[in-house]
Nanobody
């Protein structure tokens, strides 16, 4: 059974940084696509960034390009989201997600989800 556990959220001032972690377990993820998605109050869940576990290829939504970096550490079965130059509009619950496939998928149709971690950016 796939388990995804996020950590690293918190409160930060605008312009600050946070690093989210997603510990994955339950199977070998070499043929999986991993992603971070977020949901702000009153809004739909949106895609943020994705990475192919096998190739390391990445993809980002335009609003975070140049500020966020997704990466994975295969030795720790962990996916990270480094968030720099944070803005108040980045405030949301951030979810780690996974699905089978060797590409990157810039949508919300993922099969496995973590419980989410709150990120709050104050102005």
């Amino acid at each position: 059974q796939v388990q995804l556990v996020e950590s690293g959220g918190g409160l930060v001032q605008a312009g600050g940084s946070l690093r989210l972690s997603c510990a994955a377990s339950g199977r070998t993820f070499s043929n999986y696509a991993m992603a971070w998605l977020r949901q702000a109050p009153g809004k739909e869940r949106e895609f943020v960034a994705a990475i192919s576990w096998s190739s390391g290829r990445t993809y980002y939504v335009d609003s975070v390009k140049g500020r966020f970096t997704i990466s994975r550490d295969s030795t720790k079965n962990t996916v990270y989201l480094q968030m720099n130059s944070l803005k108040p509009e980045d405030t949301a619950v951030y979810y780690c997600a996974a699905r089978g496939g060797v590409g990157v998928f810039a949508d919300t149709r993922y099969d496995y989800w973590g419980q989410g971690t709150q990120v709050t950016v104050s102005s």
